[in-house]
């Protein structure tokens, strides 16, 4: 229905128009709970019942069964709803009037809303809160608007800015201060009070930057939120509350150097900015500087020699202490592939090679780190630290080693009604640090592989294995293999690993009775439907981690082998490749071993531990092929 006259309608409830001038009215049908209202740009989150004068129904979120959200005051509804639902409780329902000025005006709204139309909404307030800054999206930061600022200019990286900081626990004040710094750098100034590696010193920069001037904003922190405010002894469930207002705002000119000479200028003031951060543990913050430094030089060509050997140095000083920041916050790989960006403009840099050799060490790569401890001593013989290094390396292996032996045996010591379905060999081989491999062959299974059921007796298998190891395959010769060597060694390994297996029969589940079955060569494959290549133990976090995910993988496959260096698992290969239908390599030895096999049809799929986007790219280009 179209009002002839809305201006002049009368209508019941409070009038809640800005200028109290009867525009929209407020009824409260049921009231809420509490005393907290909605905040400018809160999120709220209502159900609605949208009606003309005359009773006409035109919207209900109702009979969506869908609530409708949105951010309080933005302009993302119609003013009266933006005036009405910030004076209602959690749980209130009103009802709202509102005439044309503050509704649909003279356009209307859809076919059911002429111009000039009065309408009436049922709203129920549902739920309302500030925004989720969380990194995590978990809501251990959330920001509430308690006034907008003024005009649309915000802070850029690197602006100076003047803000007022508030901290409330409990109706007390834990600080109080106004402080001015540098956008980006905050940290120096101890934003907040605490350690700069805290959430809540990311949300502050953070919202800093989504700041006008004179806007006054409230963060609500809890759980992860706390983290960096150790020394107000808050306990570990509380909620605090932090106040934050922009009071000015100084900003920089946002202009990248143009030509190399800029760039190379520029690169000077970031070193020295960086390595100031650097020395006071804000790790975060230089690495921002260091990456741009590479990045400014990256292209940067000159023509005098001095600017190329003081480019050359930026680069090499700015990635090696770009790994250390790395290395600080334990990020061991992305450190490792700093430093090798590095090498690739010196390959006899002392520093980096010796900090590739922490990293190695770091992530328990053993044998490369004490090849890059013994690079860095064939450099500098006098280098105690990394005599000191390679010690470290010989005792970590044999602790390893006595931790592999233990997990194992931890494994393959379970009741026989754990696993009355399977029988278990214990094979010993050479494998480097990880000595010990399980073989699990399920009793039931009636598998065919190329036509030979598993029941095939040592002969047959044994045969099958004489022929494969007689010729080099297609794809042995594609990995570099020398097939007579390789195939010798390995069938050597394979007698002496036969020798020493240890068979362990189990109850099968039909009748209770036992089966035996033959003990099967480590290297036969004609004896496994799906062999998992699983390299590198170490990356396993926990020993409860890695029998769990051992378990996992017998669901899915006859045999469970781990690695510890490529050529071995090349060896490996050389004999199972073309029955191989799932392999699981890691980060370690992917760039090695994955540019072997793409393209070749007899692999499935290779899912890769640690993944990055690059790699997670070629696997979908290969599966594609």
């Given at each position: 229905?179209?009002?002839?006259?809305?201006?002049?309608?009368?209508?019941?409830?409070?009038?809640i128009?800005?200028?109290?001038?009867?525009?929209?009215?407020?009824?409260?049908l049921?009231?809420g709970?509490?005393?907290?209202?909605p905040?400018?740009?809160?999120?709220?989150?209502?159900?609605?019942?949208?009606?003309?004068?005359?009773?006409?129904?035109?919207?209900?979120?109702?009979?969506?069964?869908?609530?409708?959200?949105?951010?309080?005051?933005?302009?993302?509804?119609?003013?009266?709803?933006?005036?009405?639902?910030?004076?209602?409780?959690?749980?209130?329902?009103?009802?709202?009037?509102s005439?044309?000025?503050?509704?649909?005006?003279?356009?209307?709204?859809?076919?059911?809303?002429?111009?000039?139309?009065?309408?009436?909404?049922?709203?129920?307030?549902?739920?309302?809160?500030?925004?989720?800054?969380?990194?995590?999206?978990?809501?251990?930061?959330?920001r509430?608007?308690?006034?907008?600022?003024?005009g649309?200019l915000?802070?850029?990286?690197?602006?100076?800015?003047?803000?007022?900081?508030?901290?409330?626990?409990?109706?007390?004040?834990?600080?109080?201060?106004?402080?001015?710094?540098?956008?980006?750098?905050?940290?120096?100034?101890?934003?907040?009070?605490?350690?700069?590696?805290?959430?809540?010193?990311?949300?502050?920069?953070?919202?800093?930057?989504?700041?006008?001037?004179?806007?006054?904003?409230?963060?609500?922190?809890?759980?992860?939120?706390l983290?960096?405010?150790e020394?107000?002894?808050i306990?570990?469930?509380?909620t605090?509350?932090?106040?934050?207002?922009?009071?000015?705002?100084?900003?920089?000119?946002?202009?990248?150097?143009?030509?190399?000479?800029?760039?190379?200028?520029?690169?000077?003031?970031?070193?020295?900015?960086?390595?100031?951060l650097?020395?006071?543990?804000?790790?975060?913050v230089?690495?921002?500087k260091?990456?741009?430094?590479?990045?400014?030089?990256?292209?940067?060509?000159?023509?005098?020699?001095?600017?190329?050997?003081?480019?050359?140095?930026?680069?090499?000083?700015?990635?090696?202490?770009?790994?250390l920041?790395?290395?600080?916050?334990?990020?061991?790989?992305?450190?490792?592939?700093?430093?090798n960006?590095?090498?690739?403009?010196?390959?006899?840099?002392?520093?980096?090679?010796?900090?590739?050799?922490?990293?190695?060490?770091?992530?328990?790569?053993?044998?490369?780190?004490?090849?890059?401890?013994?690079?860095?001593l064939?450099?500098?013989?006098?280098?105690?630290?990394?005599?000191?290094?390679?010690?470290?390396?010989?005792?970590?292996i044999?602790a390893?080693?006595?931790?592999?032996?233990?997990?194992?045996?931890?494994?393959?010591?379970?009741?026989?009604?754990?696993?009355?379905?399977?029988?278990i060999?214990?094979?010993?081989?050479?494998?480097?640090?990880?000595?010990?491999?399980?073989?699990?062959?399920?009793?039931?299974?009636?598998?065919?592989?190329?036509?030979?059921?598993?029941?095939?007796?040592?002969?047959?298998?044994?045969?099958?294995?004489?022929?494969?190891?007689?010729?080099?395959?297609?794809?042995?010769?594609?990995?570099?293999?020398?097939?007579?060597?390789?195939?010798?060694?390995?069938?050597?390994?394979?007698?002496?690993?036969s020798?020493?297996?240890?068979?362990?029969?189990?109850?099968?589940s039909?009748?209770?009775?036992?089966?035996?079955?033959?003990?099967?060569?480590?290297?036969?494959?004609?004896?496994?439907?799906?062999?998992?290549?699983?390299?590198?133990?170490?990356?396993?976090?926990?020993?409860?981690?890695?029998?769990?995910?051992?378990?996992?993988?017998?669901?899915?496959?006859?045999?469970?082998?781990?690695?510890?260096?490529?050529?071995?698992?090349?060896s490996?290969?050389?004999?199972?490749?073309?029955?191989?239908?799932?392999?699981?390599?890691?980060?370690?030895?992917?760039?090695?071993?994955?540019?072997?096999?793409?393209?070749?049809?007899?692999?499935?799929?290779?899912?890769?531990?640690?993944?990055t986007?690059?790699?997670?790219?070629?696997?979908?280009?290969?599966?594609?092929?």
């Open positions: 229905m179209t009002s002839k006259n809305p201006e002049q309608t009368e209508f019941q409830g409070e009038d128009s800005p200028s109290k001038d009867g525009y929209i009215f407020k009824e409260i049921r009231e709970t509490g005393d907290e209202l905040m400018f740009d809160d999120k709220v989150t209502v159900h609605y019942i949208s009606r003309r004068l005359d009773e006409v129904e035109f919207d209900n979120s109702r009979q969506r069964d869908r609530p409708f959200s949105f951010s309080l005051g933005q302009g993302e509804v119609i003013k009266s709803w933006d005036i009405g639902i910030a004076t209602m409780k959690r749980g209130e329902l009103a009802r709202f009037t005439k044309p000025k503050y509704a649909f005006g003279q356009k209307g709204h859809s076919d059911k809303v002429g111009p000039n139309t009065i309408v009436v909404f049922e709203v129920e307030l549902i739920d309302f809160g500030g925004k989720d800054f969380s990194p995590e999206q978990d809501g251990s930061i959330r509430r608007m308690i006034k907008a600022g003024e649309n915000r802070p850029n990286e690197g602006a100076t800015i003047e803000m007022m900081l508030k901290g409330m626990y409990n109706d007390q004040i834990l600080e109080e201060r106004t402080s001015t710094f540098i956008l980006g750098e905050g940290c120096e100034e101890n934003i907040p009070a605490g350690s700069p590696w805290s959430l809540f010193y990311f949300s502050v920069e953070v919202c800093a930057f989504k700041m006008t001037t004179g806007e006054h904003c409230k963060l609500f922190l809890k759980s992860k939120g983290v960096g405010l020394k107000f002894n306990p570990s469930d509380a605090v509350e932090y106040e934050l207002k922009l009071i000015k705002v100084e900003r920089v000119k946002d202009k990248r150097p143009d030509t190399d000479d800029e760039k190379l200028a520029e690169s000077e003031i970031l070193k020295t900015r960086a390595d100031q650097l020395k006071g543990s804000h790790y975060e230089a690495i921002k260091y990456k741009k430094i590479y990045e400014y030089l990256l292209s940067a060509i000159f023509s005098h020699d001095s600017d190329r050997q003081r480019c050359k140095y930026l680069k090499i000083a700015s990635q090696s202490n770009l790994a920041c790395y290395m600080k916050m334990n990020n061991y790989d992305d450190a490792k592939r700093t430093c960006r590095a090498l690739a403009f010196d390959d006899k840099n002392e520093k980096c090679i010796f900090r590739r050799g922490q990293c190695h060490l770091a992530m328990r790569f053993y044998d490369r780190a004490i090849q890059d401890f013994e690079t860095v064939k450099l500098n013989p006098l280098n105690a630290a990394a005599k000191q290094q390679i010690q470290i390396c010989e005792q970590q044999k390893h080693e006595v931790e592999e032996k233990q997990i194992y045996k931890k494994i393959f010591h379970k009741s026989p009604q754990a696993n009355a379905s399977n029988k060999e214990l094979v010993q081989i050479g494998c480097g640090p990880s000595e010990t491999v399980a073989v699990t062959h399920p009793t039931v299974s009636t598998s065919i592989i190329n036509g030979q059921s598993k029941q095939a007796s040592d002969e047959s298998l044994q045969n099958d294995l004489n022929k494969r190891t007689s010729t080099t395959s297609h794809t042995s010769k594609k990995i570099r293999m020398n097939s007579a060597t390789s195939i010798n060694s390995t069938t050597k390994r394979v007698a002496s690993a020798s020493r297996t240890t068979t362990i029969d189990l109850e099968s039909t009748g209770g009775k036992k089966s035996r079955r033959p003990s099967l060569p480590l290297y036969d494959d004609a004896n496994y439907d799906l062999v998992i290549i699983w390299v590198d133990p170490h990356i396993i976090d926990s020993e409860k981690t890695y029998v769990n995910s051992l378990i996992k993988f017998r669901r899915i496959t006859d045999a469970v082998f781990t690695f510890d260096e490529f050529e071995q698992c090349i490996f290969l050389d004999h199972i490749y073309e029955k191989t239908a799932f392999l699981i390599v890691s980060d370690s030895v992917v760039e090695q071993f994955l540019p072997l096999v793409i393209g070749e049809p007899h692999l499935d799929f290779i899912y890769i531990l640690n993944q986007k690059r790699k997670i790219k070629l696997i979908n280009i290969w599966k594609k092929r």
